[in-house]
């Protein structure tokens, strides 16, 4: 069986005869024979633990029902990702005779051992029926008469096996060469303080862009194996174009760095924090999510010694979404449940951030301050300071910010140059905010016509008794930093900018 089917090939292509004939069994590749006497095989994959190519009762039934809930459409070429033992292969060439398929198969073992248990004359002798491996399909591929877009059935086993390699041959089949316009993207839904809404900020835009979002929900997701699960099962049914995340959330970089699809990860805290760059650090490891690994940070100190570790790091600092961030309407009630003078939404709790805040904020003693977060305000004490409790992002943040005479900004004392998000929203509501000094103010806003900026507790005070005189003033310049952001700081501003760099 296996000389006759040999020579066949070797008259159509003596390469991948040669490659068929010298292939070995692989390590972690096992050949059984199932219950009703067929042969199907077992794989002991490191990442991915046993998986069996067929079932194990009926090999060859369990393949025509993955073919039955597939459907071809059209009449132009079918390209078959994952060729096993040809259980799938046979009756698919037996049901689309006039068809012409392409067979393609990364593993020249297992079509060494189906070239000794199948007679493959029949389509081998076909001259609409193409057969290649890893080393010949991609001269294949572009030999194809590419007119319309080819059906692509793939082998569930093998295609989450090799995905690495399949992936971007379906990506290629059915999005195009270079094609670059509505793309297919996943992402992921979180639990947190901040990212979870930061990620659907992303996720609205990409689809206001045009974009097909397909967002993981993994807040609940406890075990890593749970997780791995979750985000394994999105990429194979989603199989996206481009993966984008917050930080390291979803990145699984044994599944995602498969895909062969680029992934951004835009990084709002330090990533060396994040990342493992070392041996025995926990995290994500760039190098198992390859070179399509972008990481993009929002404070620019970290760039160089990301790129030094190579890792291909961007500087993008963060943005505003106008849906969400937009003037609310003073009525009595809003002014009276969300109103003060001065406010500020943010925790005093955590260790490296509360000293600062809490010596700043005191410096505000006399006048009307709404402190918003965490119960470390509580430590705060003099006449007018009234903490009230934690305030919703996406609901009770815009209107604390449109009502408030000013809104304060203490950085937290992890951001080197960069500014929070809270500078934007407060900016897009048409607040009027007064903030400590970092690098980045001076790049993308123009303090003194955007917003003020102080340098220390006395200024902060100075400034703040200066403002609440000079309402007009306030009007000018809250009026003009909510323009800057418009034009220039939106999600879609940074997105269209991450998708250049990516796609270019």
Aim: glycine letters at 8%; a neutral charge.
């Amino acid at each position: 069986m296996f000389a006759r089917n040999i020579s066949l090939l070797r008259e159509r292509n003596p390469g991948l005869a040669e490659r068929i004939e010298r292939a070995v069994p692989e390590a972690g590749m096992e050949f059984l024979v199932a219950r009703n006497g067929c042969l199907t095989a077992k794989y002991d994959d490191p990442a991915l633990g046993p998986l069996t190519l067929y079932s194990i009762v009926d090999p060859m039934r369990a393949a025509r029902r993955d073919l039955e809930r597939w459907r071809s459409g059209g009449a132009g070429v079918i390209v078959a990702l994952g060729v096993g033992l040809g259980y799938h292969l046979f009756p698919l060439a037996d049901r689309y005779p006039g068809r012409k398929i392409v067979a393609i198969e990364a593993r020249p073992a297992l079509l060494r051992k189906s070239f000794e248990i199948n007679d493959w004359s029949s389509l081998l002798k076909r001259p609409d029926f193409i057969l290649a491996d890893a080393e010949s399909a991609a001269s294949e591929l572009r030999a194809l008469n590419r007119d319309s877009a080819p059906a692509v059935f793939y082998h569930p086993v093998l295609f989450k096996l090799d995905m690495g390699f399949y992936f971007p041959i379906r990506k290629e089949l059915t999005v195009g060469r270079g094609a670059f316009g509505r793309l297919r993207i996943m992402s992921f839904n979180a639990r947190g303080d901040l990212v979870p809404y930061t990620l659907l900020d992303i996720h609205e835009t990409l689809r206001e862009m045009g974009h097909e979002v397909h967002s993981v929900d993994i807040s609940a997701v406890k075990r890593q194996r749970e997780l791995s699960d979750a985000v394994r099962h999105a990429a194979e049914s989603f199989q996206p174009d481009f993966v984008v995340t917050v930080g390291p959330v979803g990145l699984c970089d044994d599944i995602i760095g498969r895909l062969g699809a680029p992934v951004a990860a835009w990084f709002m805290d330090n990533p060396f924090q994040q990342l493992a760059l070392n041996e025995g650090e926990e995290g994500p490891r760039p190098k198992m999510l390859g070179d399509n690994f972008y990481a993009f940070s929002w404070d620019e100190s970290y760039v160089p010694e990301l790129r030094e570790r190579g890792v291909r790091a961007y500087y993008l600092p963060l943005a505003t979404n106008p849906r969400i961030h937009y003037p609310r309407e003073a009525t009595p009630d809003a002014l009276s449940r969300y109103g003060s003078e001065i406010s500020f939404i943010g925790t005093a709790d955590r260790q490296d951030d509360r000293d600062y805040r809490l010596a700043y904020v005191g410096s505000l003693d006399g006048f009307d301050v709404g402190l918003w977060g965490g119960p470390g305000w509580r430590l705060v004490q003099g006449p007018g300071f009234r903490y009230r409790g934690r305030a919703d992002n996406r609901n009770e943040g815009p209107i604390i910010y449109s009502l408030s005479k000013i809104n304060l900004n203490l950085t937290t004392r992890q951001l080197i140059t960069s500014i929070p998000i809270r500078v934007f929203d407060i900016l897009a509501c048409g607040g009027f905010l007064l903030t400590d000094s970092r690098k980045d103010l001076q790049r993308l806003f123009d303090p003194g016509a955007d917003l003020a900026v102080f340098d220390s507790k006395s200024e902060l005070r100075a400034l703040a008794e200066h403002y609440i005189d000079n309402p007009e003033m306030r009007k000018k310049i809250a009026l003009h930093g909510r323009q800057t952001v418009l034009a220039r700081h939106t999600f879609r501003h940074r997105l269209e900018e991450m998708l250049k760099i990516i796609f270019k």
